[in-house]
């Protein structure tokens, strides 16, 4: 699926998807939709409250131990995170952190292998919690950017 066509369908999805949030109390502004490498073309004068991504973040080294449904399904590009699956979730967290308003979130799917402490070590400037999936693996991120 080439950019286009991505993004293209992230629209799709979120029109169908919009009607959930037009009952919350508090109303969600739509959101941006930009093909770009991370944050690279995202304008420098407008601030993030809230960034979601679903980057590639399987270690190198799992690659090949992931179930076929996964490995057979996904181009490699989609998953390979490099060798400790951090190489685009560092390089995102360190954009961010001059477009997050303060206490700003980034949200972020993350290998159970990926700890608290991992991502401390790589960016400090953020408050890091993990959540588990249905699985009981931890294996969302949410980072707070500390203000």
Known sequence: MG????????QKNWQKFEAKFASLPEKLPAPQFLTSDLLANWPIDQSID?????LPYIPKERLAMLDSSVRDFEP?????????????????????KSRLVPDGVIWLEVDE???????????PE??????SDSFGKARFMRATLIS
């Open 126 to 131: 953020y408050h890091y919690e993990f959540f």
């Open 3 to 10: 950019q286009a066509a991505a993004l293209a369908m992230a």
């Open 50 to 54: 809230l960034l979601i991504a679903n």
């Open 113 to 123: 292998t990926h700890t608290p402490e991992q991502l401390q070590a790589l960016r």
């Open 76 to 96: 490699l590009l989609a998953l390979d995170g490099g060798a400790d699956g951090l190489r685009l979730v560092d390089r995102l967290l360190n954009q961010a």
